[in-house]
């Protein structure tokens, strides 16, 4: 991972955390939506101006990419640039979890 797409996505808004962890199976828009919306128990709703300028950024950015279209969705899948953000974000996250109890 270049400086560049450090300093844009580490750290990671939630919805851009929620977008690339359900996009490590081909998902779109409206479906990464709801998963978003089960996996929070309706706290995390991500609107659709929200859902789809994330992805064309994070699409630009070269963190997913199209994979296929099905019945007039566009599905998109996490590159290998992306899981590395993920993946890098993840362990950040549970670096915080661990420090908020104390463990060393």
């Not at 978003?36 to 101006?49: D, F």
């Not at 640039?81 to 993920?86: C, I, T």
């Amino acid at each position: 991972m270049d400086e560049k797409t450090k300093r844009i996505y580490v750290p990671m808004t939630e919805t851009g955390f929620y977008i690339l962890f359900c996009l490590q199976q081909p998902n779109h828009g409206y479906g990464i939506g709801q998963q978003v919306k089960e996996m929070t128990g309706g706290e995390v709703i991500i609107s659709a101006g929200t859902m789809y300028g994330t992805l064309t950024k994070m699409g630009a950015d070269g963190l997913i990419r199209f994979h296929s279209e099905v019945e007039k969705r566009r599905l998109y899948e996490i590159t290998e640039l992306g899981q590395e953000v993920l993946s890098t974000e993840i362990k950040r996250i549970e670096r915080l979890y661990k420090n908020s109890k104390g463990d060393k």
